[in-house]
């Protein structure tokens, strides 16, 4: 359950080997906001926001993407407007080699209007987060993406409880 009691993060953070650290955001901001973050993106970035065609899909980016920015300066010293990226051949960023002496790796899933961050160090980790949209989850979007056992449990649940259990893969 999402509170919305959030909590600013300290000025540094220590990443245990052992440890994996999740951030949440909320992508909803006012003008004012969008425009002050957006001077943390790269070149690349600024353009890459400007190709969204809806203004709530290019600030839900700005956002996402210069909260990622602040975080990582969080753990590395280097300042948020300063992260330098690179990208795998399927787009995925990652912090480029010169500034991750740590072997900080991470990942970030957005929705709506919110976005999970997740960190680690020397490991590969996934995170994900989907808003859950009644009209999206019917059995017929369920029998094109789900596994036959997985169709067949959420086609046996009670109909009020059919739309959790899409988003949660029965």
Wanted: charged content about 25%.
């Amino acid at each position: 359950m999402i509170t919305d009691d959030w909590h600013r993060p300290p000025e540094k953070i220590e990443l245990g080997s052992d440890e994996a650290h999740v951030w949440r955001a909320s992508l909803k901001q006012d003008s004012a906001t969008v425009s002050e973050l957006s001077i943390l993106l790269s070149p690349d970035e600024r353009a890459r926001a400007d190709r969204y065609q809806r203004s709530v899909d290019r600030d839900r980016f700005i956002v996402a993407r210069a909260v990622l920015r602040k975080i990582i300066a969080l753990y590395l010293p280097v300042s948020a407007g300063a992260v330098e990226f690179i990208y795998n051949k399927y787009g995925k960023p990652a912090i480029s080699d010169d500034q991750n002496g740590r072997n900080l790796n991470f990942n970030l899933s957005h929705s709506h209007e919110l976005a999970l961050y997740g960190f680690a160090s020397a490991r590969r980790l996934g995170i994900d987060i989907e808003y859950i949209r009644e009209d999206f989850a019917t059995l017929e979007i369920a029998e094109h993406f789900f596994a036959k056992a997985e169709l067949a449990a959420l086609a046996a649940l009670p109909e009020n409880q059919q739309v959790r259990s899409f988003f949660n893969c029965c």
